[in-house]
């Protein structure tokens, strides 16, 4: 259980009463008709508990101290007491107490008081403030970062770097011992996993496992530090730490889009292909404007100005920058402090406000290289602190400057500008205590699967303590030590043999360390949503590996094949399949993605279009094959392993089982086509389907009118008719069974422009049942009973009429066929309105499907 | 010492911190782990309890009055004067400056304007109602009308937030959210918190009921109930590409693999919550389509609740609380419809046309099934409207000097069922109706109230995001325990 910090408080210091003692009537006075109301009406807000506006009136000095907007109580000066003025409840001033007015002789009680000089017993004494208070000069995360070297183990053999002797001396100290390496086929698929975020194939572990040279396996880590997808894999990674997005949010009318977006996104995945040094990698983001001449770089600063818009709001945009640079890159919640002192870590609003002014200096400039850049002001802004983070409230001056709890006494005001250039070197900087061990438990976090701080955006002093303190400053050292490359960093945590341990936990870890701080064995990771998606496209043999571009609409009927972490995000309406899957907020900065498990993720593998679509292409890969071998090459493309026995057997069962499906029982019956009307026959003398459905609608193409088909659509209510004679619109239902039928429905034409449609009813192209004209009025259209056979079609025709004019119309059916000894079939035709009849699922496209939701492609070992 | 947590879940989230939520948890809250360990009996019991799905049923920190929330939010702002807070003095100035001063709100506003509709006394309470919404006049024995309601600005979309989220601009999680987070739900098979809007979203669109920094599962679900068919309305609750019975056998099969897969990985809570996940979805296939489907029932409800989009969407709304759905929201439409800057007199009688009967049915209907003392009915939009006409200005409304503006001085809301004192008035405007003067309540005294009717003390409901213990009414709020029955 987490130490809890104990409270302290501070002692109020308080000048003793300047007014000469009250009287004995003063103060029976006081203590009968003004304490008790300001207990019942004020000491809500205004007390020891709280002290709303910065008042606490349950003792005559603070009264006299006042609020963070000045004193409130003048005693002997009634005009001059601010409390007076807001007892009054003027409609255009604050009102107090804030629901309702005092009574008229209550407020004549404290007239009356102030005026006698507001007497308040002598021998009060004012209950302490609540508060906190806590030594942070000692906070380990504020210390410098050591270089500590690595503990001597009784076990010599088993460690292979220096990771694995801080990881083994920690669990000899609790006499346990690390696990066995897991079996090599794992070990690849979790290193690529983790580097690359797509699983290995068959082929290429069978290649890992015939290779028996000493190096094989490193040589496996180069490959992949060196494959264009490494940046893709971690450069996701960095998206989640930067809340990005393709959309602005919430603005009103204005165009949401950040269309250069992905620019950003691209730059980062460059980054990490090239190893890009970190602190590097940081300035560029801050102030690639002062730090590079490359146009490509200032692609960077996406990182600060892709946030959320708050509809335009200044301050917010800036606390949002604000926010993403501290507790993105130091674990420093510094946005606690916009409108008080932080309650827990050393950074006084000021600080902030320090940090508001080097944002507030600068701009973003249109039509520049880059939409992304910021550039300084020309004149840069001077703060102020805004008391209680109100804008309108302005206090003290303060200078742009960084942080006091990093820079120390060392802290000297910006002179460069907006300061934006000298703050990116303070916050890249190996003396910086937080940045380098930031990063390094993040890195750890993604491999590992449990990062050592384990609130990895909050190092502040009421966070988790590291689980291996000397192992994080190990890290964060030669991160810095290495020229901040993150390949390195990377290559020595998954070189060791603490990553390359068994993720299988033994009873004997479990009863000692069920959350397996120490490390005896690797935690089994569920994949992400990228990872995840992208292993449904590539077991379908589906993947498009293209590198970089524009972002791509993943969600809803989408078919694209692009890796995940090329998908539109809007942040204002975050497709449904994102929040399901736990992808990071990409509203504010996300410290670590949850992980939840619901049964809305299981819906989208077993039901959703995409999922299908994949399952569907799978299966089609072997379709060739006998079934035997077709089995064993599905297990291999999804598993990257061979079926045992018994599973093979469980397949080929499943398979034997299943029915061939019939796809007249998905079929609805209705088709919707258009067709030749012969007026003078009351015949039609053709049908032909409509081409193309958008997802509401059959038309001839995407756009209406179509070149070809005009303004012939079909909807789940109506439609509109086509061009002429020759493009009726025909809705028709085929009779499954010999039977009576009666239908009944309603032709609407709502509009009195244009000379209205006609609508009839045909069996079978001919013989025709009924007909109706409508021109801005509704009609029944009713037929009582008549006999129809099995195969007969119902044709539900509507023409122009006369001319083609505001032609659209609603004409919703019921039909009641009555079967004899069966009973009534109904159909209705705008509830079964439906798009193209999709391909039923085969038996082998089930069992497809069914390797795709198993746990073991999932899960990482 | 404050506990930071509510409940054993929670805290077994919590628990997570350290490590167990990567197992499938959720990183939340702090931990209570040897509160979990003293329940569980065990470690290995408090990492099970952790690994639960985090929609699970909870306990809340008092005994629970309202288990369920049904909002109906009339977005765009009703009015006050015109609906249930009649103001006799309007029609003595009607179409003069009003004696005092008009409050700012987002428009130039001009003479006092009456309302067009009759007020008449109801139920034994005699609370008096405007003729448009006659009918839920009928149950208004059972309502706790709030004519002090204020919020903080005259404008949509802070408004919105504020009402919804308890914060105007920034990134807060939806009064939804924070329920689901601390109660979960007591049905696995539905969303734990629907959303309802007909034909698209409101302003300030699913912003309005996100879930902020809280885990996105506890979102809103939504739905565009212009829409009937299930399927349309929940995205991959049907498989029409495979008939129900061979989905079980693939889940069977899918459970044989899962299991051996389980023996190989030797015993583990993320595993076998993902696998009962699927026996969830199985389940939750059926479930939904019949909870959504108001064709089933009867006609005798179907005729009460009456015709149309609002009626469909508010018997969906009472057949989802039937099967413990957690906090069910029903918009009137896309946009802002009660906004009425033009024509209030036509416009503000349609829109009641449209809910008023359904609204009836539905405080009727929960009533008769012995579900209203456990529900709690919320009605409201996001701020009322001037008792004064809305001036002509260019581009902004329709110069037809016969509507009002937005007013956030004051409005009116009402709470019935769930533990409400019902039959009441709490609170007042001016005698005017344009701000709110005695018993004043902000929208964070609301929240306050709607927690405490759901067990929870609004101040320690909290969780911790980026270094702070956060909370729905941030530092405000108090109950109005007159509102509480």
């Known amino acids: ?861 | 010492m404050q506990t930071e947590t509510i409940n054993p879940a929670l805290d077994a989230a919590a628990l997570s911190r350290r490590d167990l939520l990567h197992r499938c948890g959720m990183g939340m809250g702090a931990l209570m782990l040897s509160q979990l360990m003293a329940e569980t009996g065990s470690v290995r019991g408090a990492l099970q309890a952790a690994t639960k799905n985090p929609l699970e049923p909870r306990q809340s920190h008092f005994p629970v009055r309202a288990k369920r929330v049904i909002h109906l939010f009339m977005n765009g702002g009703p009015s006050q004067v015109d609906t249930f807070d009649p103001k006799p003095l309007l029609d003595k100035y009607h179409g003069e400056k009003l004696p005092i001063e008009n409050l700012r709100t987002e428009r130039p506003t001009g003479a006092a304007y009456r309302s067009p509709y009759k007020f008449q006394k109801y139920g034994e309470s005699g609370i008096p109602v405007s003729e448009i919404f006659s009918k839920t006049a009928e149950c208004v024995d059972d309502m706790a009308i709030v004519r002090s309601m204020h919020a903080d600005v005259p404008n949509h979309e802070p408004s919105l937030l504020l009402m919804n989220c308890g914060d105007a601009r920034q990134i807060r999680p939806s009064l939804g959210s924070w329920l689901t987070y601390g109660l979960g739900t007591d049905n696995q098979n539905l969303p734990a918190f629907v959303v309802m809007c007909p034909g698209g979203y409101p302003i300030q669109e699913s912003q309005n009921w996100q879930s902020g920094f809280l885990p996105g599962i506890y979102q809103g679900t939504y739905l565009d109930t212009n829409n009937v068919e299930v399927s349309k309305l929940i995205s991959n609750i049907r498989n029409d590409r495979l008939p129900r019975e061979q989905q079980r056998k693939q889940i069977d099969l899918l459970q044989q693999l899962n299991q051996r897969h389980l023996d190989r990985s030797g015993h583990d809570p993320q595993l076998e919550a993902r696998i009962q996940s699927y026996e969830l979805a199985f389940r939750m296939q059926s479930e939904a389509a019949d909870a959504f489907d108001v064709s089933r029932e009867p006609k005798h409800i179907l005729d009460m609740y009456g015709p149309g989009t609002q009626a469909r969407q508010i018997l969906i709304a009472r057949r989802l609380v039937e099967r413990g759905v957690r906090f069910v929201q029903v918009w009137h439409g896309e946009g802002q419809p009660w906004d009425n800057h033009d024509d209030i007199e036509v416009n503000h009688r349609r829109l009641a046309g449209q809910c008023d009967q359904a609204i009836a049915a539905l405080l009727k209907d929960l009533k008769q099934r012995g579900l209203l003392d456990e529900t709690l009915v919320v009605w409201g939009g996001e701020f009322g409207r001037t008792p004064v006409v809305e001036m002509p200005k260019e581009g902004s409304n329709q110069g037809k000097i016969n509507g009002r503006d937005h007013n956030h001085w004051g409005f009116t809301m009402w709470l019935a069922g769930g533990g409400v004192r019902g039959g009441t008035i709490y609170g007042a405007t001016d005698e005017f109706g344009f701000r709110a003067v005695e018993n004043k309540v902000h929208v964070h005294d609301l929240h306050a109230t709607i927690l405490r009717l759901m067990g929870f003390d609004h101040e320690q409901f909290t969780y911790r995001y980026a270094g702070r213990d956060f909370r729905l009414t941030d530092v405000h709020g108090r109950v109005i325990h007159d509102l509480i029955a």
């Open chain 1, 1 to 861: 259980m987490r130490a809890l910090i104990p409270r302290f408080v501070i002692l109020a210091i308080l000048t003793p009463a300047a007014l000469s003692a009250a009287t004995p009537e003063q103060e029976e006075f006081f203590e009968k008709k003004i304490r008790p109301v300001l207990v019942e009406s004020c000491y809500e807000c205004h007390s020891s508990k709280k002290q709303q506006a910065g008042l606490r009136v349950d003792h005559i000095d603070f009264l006299k101290k006042g609020s963070e907007n000045g004193p409130v109580l003048k005693p002997g000066d009634l005009a001059g007491s601010r409390i007076w003025e807001v007892l009054q409840h003027d409609p255009l001033d604050t009102q107090m107490p804030p629901d309702s007015k005092l009574d008229a002789a209550v407020l004549a009680d404290i007239k009356r008081w102030i005026e006698m000089g507001a007497p308040w017993p002598a021998s009060d004494v004012p209950a302490t403030t609540e508060g906190a208070a806590v030594d942070w000069t000692q906070h380990w995360a504020f210390q410098p970062i050591g270089r500590p070297q690595p503990p001597e183990t009784r076990n010599t053999a088993w460690p292979r770097t220096q990771i694995d002797r801080f990881v083994l001396a920690k669990l000899e100290a609790s006499g346990m011992r690390p696990s066995d390496e897991t079996d090599r086929a794992t070990l690849l698929r979790r290193l690529k996993y983790d580097l690359l975020g797509l699983p290995p194939s068959f082929e290429e572990i069978q290649a890992f496992l015939a290779d028996e040279s000493p190096d094989a396996y490193e040589k496996r880590v180069e490959s992949y530090l060196n494959a264009p997808q490494f940046g893709e894999r971690w450069g996701r990674h960095w998206l989640d730490v930067a809340r990005y997005a393709d959309t602005k949010g919430y603005v009103f009318t204005e165009d949401r889009n950040y269309y250069d977006a992905w620019r950003f996104r691209d730059w980062v995945i460059a980054a990490f292909n090239n190893d890009l040094p970190y602190d590097r990698f940081i300035k560029l983001q801050i102030a690639a404007d002062q730090f590079s001449e490359a146009p490509d770089d200032l692609h960077a600063m996406g990182f600060l100005t892709l946030g959320r818009r708050f509809i335009n709001n200044k301050n917010d945009i800036i606390d949002d920058r604000i926010d993403v640079m501290s507790r993105g890159l130091m674990g420093l919640t510094v946005t606690c402090a916009r409108c008080h002192d932080h309650k827990f870590d050393p950074i006084p609003t000021a600080d902030y406000y320090s940090l508001y002014g080097v944002f507030d200096s600068c701009d973003e400039p249109k039509n520049e290289p880059s939409t992304l850049r910021l550039v300084d002001k020309e004149r840069p802004s001077e703060p102020r602190v805004f008391l209680r983070g109100n804008a309108r409230n302005g206090g003290p001056r303060v200078p742009r400057q960084f942080l006091e709890v990093v820079a120390r006494e060392d802290r000297k005001p910006f002179t460069q500008g907006s300061g934006r250039k000298e703050l990116a070197e303070a916050v890249a900087n190996g003396d910086n205590p937080l940045t380098a061990r930031v990063w390094a438990n993040r890195v750890w976090g993604h491999l590992i699967g449990r990062e050592l701080v384990r609130t990895p955006s909050d190092f502040g002093v009421r966070s988790d303590p590291p689980t291996h303190p000397e192992l994080l400053d190990s890290l964060a050292g030669r991160l810095i030590d290495s020229g901040w490359s993150t390949k390195t960093l990377i290559r020595e945590i998954v070189l060791s043999n603490t990553y390359r341990q068994s993720s299988r936990m033994t009873p004997d870890d479990e009863a000692r360390d069920p959350e397996n701080l120490l490390l005896a064995h690797m935690n089994r990771k569920r994949a992400d949503f990228e990872s995840l998606r992208d292993s449904l496209l590539a077991a379908a043999g589906n993947l498009d590996l293209t590198l970089g571009g524009k972002s791509v609409e993943i969600s809803g009927s989408s078919t694209a094949n692009r890796r995940t972490v090329y998908a539109f995000i809007d942040r204002q309406n975050l497709p449904e399949v994102f929040r399901v899957f736990d992808l990071a907020s990409p509203d504010t900065h996300a410290p670590r993605r949850y992980e939840t498990s619901v049964p809305q993720q299981a819906l989208y593998l077993m039901n959703s279009p995409f999922a299908l679509a994949q399952a569907q292409k799978l299966s089609a890969r072997y379709e060739a094959l006998e079934p035997a071998d077709r089995v064993r090459e599905l297990f291999r493309a999804v598993y990257a392993r061979d079926p045992s026995s018994d599973e093979a057997a469980a397949a080929k069962d499943f398979i034997d089982a299943a029915p061939e499906p019939e796809s007249a029982d998905i079929a609805s019956g209705w088709e919707y086509g258009y067709g030749a009307v012969d007026p003078d026959a009351s015949k039609l003398t053709s049908f032909t389907p409509l081409p193309h459905f958008t997802g509401s609608a059959w038309q001839g193409g995407p756009q209406l009118p179509d070149d070809g088909l005009g303004w012939a659509m079909l909807n789940s209510a109506g439609g509109h008719v086509g061009n002429d004679l020759q493009h009726a619109v025909v809705r028709r239902w085929s009779v499954p069974a010999d039977g009576r039928l009666a239908i009944r429905g309603e032709l609407r034409h709502n509009t009195d422009q244009g000379d209205g449609v006609r609508g009839r009813i045909l069996i079978s192209g001919d013989g025709q049942r009924g007909v109706w004209e409508v021109q801005n009025r509704r009609q029944r259209t009713i037929l009582s009973g008549f006999d129809v056979r099995a195969g007969d079609t119902i044709e539900f025709v509507t023409d122009l009429k006369g001319n083609l004019n505001h032609d659209s119309f609603e004409w919703k059916v019921r039909l009641t066929l009555d079967v004899a000894g069966v009973g009534i079939v109904e159909s209705s035709s705008d509830r079964e309105f439906a798009g193209p009849t999709p391909l039923p699922l085969k038996p082998w496209d089930q069992l497809a499907q069914t390797l795709l939701l198993s746990n073991e492609f999932q899960f990482i070992d």
